[in-house]
C-alpha cells in the first residue's frame, strides 16, 4: 500500500488545481528557523508531523508558531517525538488560516459496493469513524461517468454549503475525481476541508495509491524507504517478507494459512513479529533464500507451517535443510515445523534426516513454537 505522506498528497492536490494553504518541508530547526525569518513560510504557522498515522491534531503533532524562534522550538519538539511508534523526519510547515468550519470529503473504493463512493460530512476535522453514521453522505460513483454535476450538488448540501462555497466545492470535487482516477488511487480524502472566508482550502491531505498500479507510477519508488533493510532485500528477491516487533518468525504458505498462523501463535501466548509467506513456489532454492533471510531477522524460534499443494513439502524440506547449514552457528534457531498436504511423507523425512521433527497438530505445534522463543530469551 503506497500511503503518501500529507505534503506528498497536497502537491498532487496543487496539481488538480484544489486550493491548499502554501508550505514547505523542513528536516531540522535551523531549517525551519531560517525558512519563516526569510519568508519562505508566512507567519503565523502551523507545524505539522509527516507522519502516516492520523490524529496528529490531538497527538500534539500539529503546532502553531508566530515568530522564527517558535517554529524552530515547534519543528524541534515535533521531531523529537515518535508518533504511534513513527519516527519523524519530516516537518510540514504551512500558512496558518483562520478556520470557520470543518468538513469532510473523501473519495474511497467501496470493496463490497465494487464501486467509488463520494463521502461527504459536515463534521470533518475529527476522525470519521467516531462521527454518527446518519451524518455521513454517501454517493456510489459510476466508474466510467464520472462524478456527475447533481451527485457534487448533492455533496454541496450535505455538507451545508450554498452559494459561493457551494461553488467552490463543485470543481475541488471534480478535481477530487480525477486525481482518484488519474493517479489510481484506492484512498482520497480531505479531513478537513476548511471553511476560510468563503472559500474552501484543503488543510490535510490523505491519499492512497493502489498497490496494483504501483508499476505505473515509478515516481513513489523512493517512498517505498519505509521497509526495513530485510524487507527491503524480500522485495527485489520477491519473497513476501514483513518485520513486526514480536520475537517468533512464521513461515507459511498462502495469506490465509499466514494470517490463521500469526492468530494461533498469539492465541497461546507468542509474539509472532517476523512473517514469510512461501506463495506457490516448487523451487527449493526460493525456499533457502527465504529462509537464509529470515534467519538474519534474528527470530528467537521460527515456526514452520506448511500447507503442500503446488507448493510441495518435499521442496519446502529440501530447501530448508539445504539454508540451516549455511546460518552461522551464532544466529541458529528452534525450529518447529508442521508440514501437511502434497508431498508430505517425504517432506517430513527429509526434515527427520536433519534433525527436525514436524509435529502433525496444530495446536501442539503452535505451542512448542511460544515456548521455544520463550526459552530462547
Ligand atoms: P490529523 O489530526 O492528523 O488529521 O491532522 P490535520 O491536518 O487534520 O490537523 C488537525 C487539526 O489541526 C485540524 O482539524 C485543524 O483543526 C487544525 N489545523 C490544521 N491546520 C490549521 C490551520 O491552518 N489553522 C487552524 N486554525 N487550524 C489548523
Ligand atoms: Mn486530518
Known amino acids: ?111 463490497s459496493l465494487r464501486l467509488p463512493i463520494l463521502i461527504a460530512s459536515s463534521s470533518g476535522g475529527v476522525e470519521i469513524e467516531s462521527v454518527a453514521d446518519g451524518s455521513i453522505d454517501r454517493q456510489p460513483i459510476h466508474p466510467f461517468a464520472g462524478l456527475a454535476a447533481y451527485e457534487r450538488r448533492r455533496a454541496a448540501r450535505a455538507l451545508g454549503l450554498s452559494g459561493p462555497l457551494a461553488a467552490s466545492l463543485d470543481p475541488i470535487l471534480s478535481a477530487l475525481w480525477s486525481l482518484f482516477v488519474r493517479e489510481d488511487a484506492e484512498l482520497v480524502e480531505i479531513n478537513p476541508l476548511a471553511v476560510v472566508g468563503d472559500r474552501l482550502v484543503a488543510l490535510d491531505a490523505k491519499v492512497i495509491i493502489e498497490d496494483d498500479a504501483g508499476f505505473r507510477h515509478p515516481e513513489y519508488a523512493e517512498i517505498l524507504d519505509d521497509r526495513t533493510p530485510l524487507e527491503e532485500l524480500a522485495r527485489e528477491k520477491e519473497i513476501a517478507f514483513v518485520q513486526l516487533d514480536g520475537n517468533i518468525g512464521v513461515i507459511a504458505n498462502g495469506a490465509g494459512l499466514t494470517m490463521a498462523t500469526l492468530d494461533v501463535l498469539q492465541e497461546f501466548g507468542g509474539r509472532p513479529g517476523i512473517f514469510l509467506d512461501l506463495g506457490g513456489t516448487d523451487d527449493p532454492k526460493k525456499v533457502s533464500e527465504a529462509f537464509l533471510l529470515m534467519a538474519r531477522a534474528k527470530p528467537a524460534a521460527v515456526f514452520l507451517n506448511i500447507f503442500g499443494g503446488v507448493t510441495r513439502c518435499d521442496t519446502v524440506a529440501r530447501g530448508l535443510v539445504a539454508a540451516m547449514h549455511e546460518v552461522p552457528a551464532a544466529d541458529r534457531f528452534p525450529l518447529i515445523a508442521r508440514i501437511r498436504g502434497n508431498n508430505e511423507t517425504e517432506g517430513v523425512e527429509i526434515l527427520r534426516a536433519a534433525g527436525v521433527s514436524s509435529v502433525p497438530d496444530l495446536k501442539s505445534s503452535a505451542q512448542a513454537a511460544v515456548a521455544a522463543a520463550a526459552g530462547a530469551r
Open 1 to 111: 500500500m503506497v500511503k503518501l505522506a500529507e505534503w506528498r498528497g497536497k502537491r498532487l492536490f496543487r496539481k488538480y488545481a484544489i486550493p491548499v494553504p502554501s508550505g514547505i518541508v523542513v528536516r531540522s530547526p535551523g531549517d525551519a528557523f531560517s525558512a519563516a525569518r526569510d519568508g519562505a513560510v508566512p507567519l503565523p504557522c502551523v507545524a505539522k508531523a509527516q507522519v502516516l498515522a492520523g490524529g496528529r491534531g490531538t497527538g500534539g503533532a500539529v503546532r502553531f508558531a508566530s515568530t522564527p524562534e517558535e517554529v524552530r522550538d515547534a519543528v524541534a519538539a515535533i521531531l523529537g517525538m515518535e508518533f504511534k511508534d513513527e519516527k519523524v523526519r519530516e516537518v510540514l510547515l504551512e500558512q496558518k488560516v483562520a478556520i470557520g468550519r470543518e468538513l469532510y470529503v473523501a473519495i474511497a473504493l467501496d470493496r
